[in-house]
Antibody
Framework: QITLKESGPTLVKPTQTLTLTCTFS??????????VGWIRQPPGKALEWLAL???????HYSPSLRSRLTITKDTSKNQVVLTMTNMDPVDTATYFC??????????????WGQGTLVTVSS | DIVMTQSPDSLAVSLGERATINCKSS????????????LAWYQQKPGQPPKLLIY???TRESGVPDRFSGSGSGTDFTLTISSLQAEDVAVYYC?????????FGGGTKVKIK
């Protein structure tokens, strides 16, 4: 059974750095073809893909946020960490991590965490 | 970036009737080498994460009721709910996984008439 859970601060101040952790179970990020991605959703708005990391350490980022994002993995802890620098109120959103696996190079997300709401405010 | 445009933004359908959601990509998501469309559909209910319904444009994810079907190719896609049930009230998103940045449509809210 695959599960993912996001954790991190619920409130950050503008200009601060956000660090979110995705702790997962039921799969290994050492298995060929597996990836974990981060997607966010501002309140009442659509989904926005942020970044993903593969079993082989390959990383991909949203070009519009590339300069602010870093994604890393700790396979021994079954965790993926996303950091986002220079937070702004427009970054207020629910942040999801999700699992993907399949024959496509960027497979769709078949398991999602419940998400964590991050509010950016002074 | 591949822009995904969904229509309508919302629709109200009577129970048991058909619901049709459209998704258009700004460029083809059909990969010629394997003739697959890199298009997925998700369902999101209030307070929940998205749920994968369909991938490869028309393949149902395991456990998804067969009243949900996907069709289309290239740049134009459709999600059809053949007989709307009360539990289908949700926002539906299309997503292309042809290239990064992965992109989602703006969502279509399905309500009961």
């Amino acid at each position: 059974q695959i599960t993912l859970k996001e954790s991190g601060p619920t409130l950050v101040k503008p200009t601060q750095t956000l660090t979110l952790t995705c702790t997962f179970s039921g799969f290994s990020l050492t298995t060929s073809g597996v990836a974990v991605g981060w997607i966010r959703q501002p309140p009442g708005k659509a989904l926005e893909w942020l970044a993903l990391i593969y079993w082989n350490d390959d990383e991909h980022y949203s070009p519009s946020l590339r300069s602010r994002l870093t994604i890393t993995k700790d396979t021994s802890k079954n965790q993926v960490v996303l950091t986002m620098t220079n937070m702004d109120p427009v970054d207020t959103a629910t942040y999801f991590c999700a699992h993907s696996f399949g024959s496509a190079y960027y497979p769709p997300y078949d398991y999602w965490g419940q998400g964590t709401l991050v509010t950016v405010s002074s | 970036d591949i822009v995904m445009t969904q229509s309508p933004d919302s629709l109200a359908v009577s129970l048991g009737e058909r619901a049709t959601i459209n998704c258009k990509s700004s460029q083809s998501v059909l990969y010629s080498s394997n003739n697959q469309n890199y298009l997925a559909w998700y369902q999101q209910k209030p307070g929940q994460p998205p749920k994968l319904l369909i991938y490869w444009a028309s393949t149902r994810e395991s456990g998804v009721p067969d009243r949900f079907s996907g069709s289309g190719s290239g740049t134009d896609f459709t999600l059809t709910i053949s007989s709307l049930q009360a539990e289908d009230v949700a926002v539906y998103y299309c997503q292309q996984y042809y290239s990064t940045p992965l992109t989602f449509g703006g969502g279509t809210k399905v309500k009961i008439k």
